[in-house]
């Protein structure tokens, strides 16, 4: 049985990889935009001074801890998710949405 070798290929230039990668493409997994929701996970970076997290982390100090656990009762994350929650329906109620 005779095996075929594959043909000697000709070495790209660099103009013509660059012409490759220049050229952009879309991801290999569609994304249906009508089926983001409000429930939608969402990544953004958030600065805060020293001061609001000293701030904070008094605040998260005060609340109760379980029995014989080290760890304070919220974590950072989520104490400032429980603030936005609060501020979100307050300004709701003020603006009546």
Do not use: C
């Not at 991801?27 to 958030?46: A, I, P």
Request: glycine share 8%; charged share 35%; hydrophobic share 35%.
């Amino acid at each position: 049985m005779a095996t075929t070798l594959p043909l000697p290929r000709k070495k790209p230039t660099e103009a013509e990889i660059d012409a490759v990668i220049n050229k952009g493409g879309s991801t290999t997994k569609r994304v249906d935009k009508s089926l983001e929701g409000d429930d939608t996970v969402k990544f953004f970076n958030l600065r805060l001074t020293s001061g609001v997290l000293n701030k904070i982390a008094g605040f998260r100090e005060k609340r109760p801890r379980k029995l014989a656990s080290p760890k304070l009762g919220i974590s950072t994350h989520d104490w400032i998710l429980e603030a936005i929650e609060e501020k979100m329906q307050r300004e709701g109620r003020k603006y009546s949405m």
